[in-house]
């Protein structure tokens, strides 16, 4: 499995929504892509128009399965990208 992160630029509406989505995608990866897809973390992005974004942090097997895990789930994806290596400096700070 390789490291990627998924861009979903103006995907909800609401943090409702969001919460909601969330839950689809956990009940996917878990139940029926366990194999194929981890979700390890998300940030949130608060976007121009008032909507809600993120920058979502998955290791997949495949960038095919990234997007078949989307589909399955009903989650936009703007943009996928390879990490190729990652930098700690500091961790991650208590909730915005």
Same mark, same amino acid.
């Given at each position: 499995m390789? *490291?990627?992160?998924?861009i !979903?630029? =103006? @995907? /909800?509406?609401?943090?409702?929504?969001? $919460?909601?989505?969330?839950? !689809?995608? #956990?009940?996917?990866?878990? =139940?029926?892509? +366990?194999?194929?897809?981890? /979700?390890?973390?998300?940030?949130?992005?608060g976007?121009? @128009?008032?909507?809600?974004? #993120?920058?979502?942090?998955?290791e997949? +097997?495949?960038?095919?399965?990234? !997007?078949?895990?989307? $589909?399955?789930?009903? *989650?936009?994806? #703007?943009?996928?990208?390879?990490?190729?290596?990652?930098?700690?400096?500091?961790? =991650?700070p208590? @909730?915005?």
């Amino acid at each position: 499995m390789e *490291l990627y992160a998924i861009i !979903r630029r =103006d @995907g /909800w509406a609401t943090p409702g929504d969001l $919460q909601e989505a969330a839950a !689809r995608s #956990t009940a996917v990866g878990d =139940d029926e892509m +366990s194999d194929d897809i981890r /979700w390890i973390r998300s940030y949130v992005l608060g976007e121009e @128009g008032g909507s809600l974004g #993120t920058v979502c942090i998955y290791e997949a +097997s495949s960038p095919e399965k990234i !997007r078949e895990h989307a $589909q399955r789930a009903d *989650l936009p994806v #703007t943009e996928i990208i390879p990490i190729a290596d990652t930098v700690v400096v500091r961790p =991650d700070p208590s @909730g915005a």
